[in-house]
């Protein structure tokens, strides 16, 4: 049944648990939410207590089915806590959604030092595919599940000043199709979503005014930015039964911007 609450008109997730990562701000509270209205339970989590508490407050004055805590995805305590608490909690776990990204270089790509390249691969890979792999063996106990990554139309064609950021993004495509052989077997689907440009604060230089908005959008074929709630309604779409033939994909919503590599 839906609930008179919800915005949204499907309720694909209804008993299912779900963690979004980097999820009290921007498109990862748009999934979380998203998921929330559709039936799931959400965990959300991101570095800040302050940020946690708040996006809680805020989807729970929604009616939705969320808890928060703490989770900075490059700390392994702070994954394993998350994947184990979030089990504990709403006894067992069927979606994922590795969201949190980094980007500590903005310049040319021959002007990034070790560390910076260090830091990018190691939130925006590493312990992306680490966070997931801790979590495949709860959903394997649930029969299946579904995993999605959030990569970046950069990873397509590289933004020029956040060159190595785009490649660390170009790498999650590979991922999700090396994934698929073994989690094939054990009925989970691993997917990305590969946004263009999109209203939050990560990208607020782009449209902090008219002027520089309107000149960023004159690039992009629909000739606007997009919001968060287009990332989430692709998200629940992939992690629901609509989408259960689809495994090793990435889709893209970039307003008609180019995608191939
Ligand atoms: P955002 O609005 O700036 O939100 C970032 C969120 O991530 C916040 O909740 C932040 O909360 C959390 N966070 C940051 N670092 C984290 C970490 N190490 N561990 C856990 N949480 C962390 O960013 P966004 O634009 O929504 O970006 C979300 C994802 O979309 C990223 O993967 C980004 O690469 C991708 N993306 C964005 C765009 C775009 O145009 N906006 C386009 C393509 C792809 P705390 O500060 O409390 O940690």
Known sequence: MMSSASPFNARRLEGKVAIVTASTDGIGFSIARRLGHEGAKVMVSSRKQKNVDSAVMQLKKEKLDVTGMVCHVGKADDRSKLISETAEKYGGIDII?????????????????????DKIFDINVKSAF???????????????GSVVFVSSIGGYNPFELIA??????????????????????????????????????????????????????????????????????????????????????????????????
């Open 97 to 117: 959604v590795s969201n949190a990204a980094a980007n500590p270089h903005l310049g040319q790509i021959l002007d990034i030092n070790e560390a910076q390249w």
């Open 164 to 261: 190595p950021y785009s490649v660390s993004k170009t790498a999650l495509f590979g991922l999700v199709k090396g994934l698929v052989p073994q989690l094939s077997s054990m009925n989970i689907r691993v997917n990305a979503i590969a946004p263009g440009i999109i209203k939050t604060s990560f990208s607020s230089a782009l449209w902090h005014d008219d002027k520089t908005e309107k000149e960023v959008a004159s690039h992009i074929p629909m000739k606007r930015l997009g919001v968060p709630d287009e990332c989430a309604g692709a998200v629940a779409f992939l992690v629901s039964d609509d989408g259960s033939f689809i495994t090793g994909e990435t889709i893209v919503m970039a307003g008609g911007v180019s995608s191939r590599l």
């Open 130 to 144: 680490f966070l997931v792999k801790e979590a495949i063996p709860h959903m394997e106990k649930r029969g299946g």
